[in-house]
């Protein structure tokens, strides 16, 4: 099987996934161990690789890759017994 987004690196993958999660810049420099620039660089790539317009855009392709593709069945509790 394939893995989700082919198209990145694992690196780009992590910041595309910390930027899905609401991290600014600074925090996903900080946590990658890379400049500012550096992630900003990577974030004008990634549209790019993935064939889309923006960031948002990206952020969207990533999810429809990680999104099941199947809705597991819901877990119902016991019924309430009657006169219980």
Known sequence: MEPPLPELSDRERSILDQLAAGAPIAQIAR??????????????????????????????????????????PAVLDDPPRQGA
């Not at 889309?52 to 855009?57: G, I, M």
Request: hydrophobic residues 30%.
């Open 31 to 72: 946590t990658l161990h890379l400049s500012e620039k550096s992630v900003r660089n990577y974030l004008t790539v990634i549209p790019r690789r993935l064939g889309v317009t923006d960031r948002t855009a990206s952020i969207a392709r990533t999810r429809s890759w990680t999104r099941p593709l199947t809705t597991p």
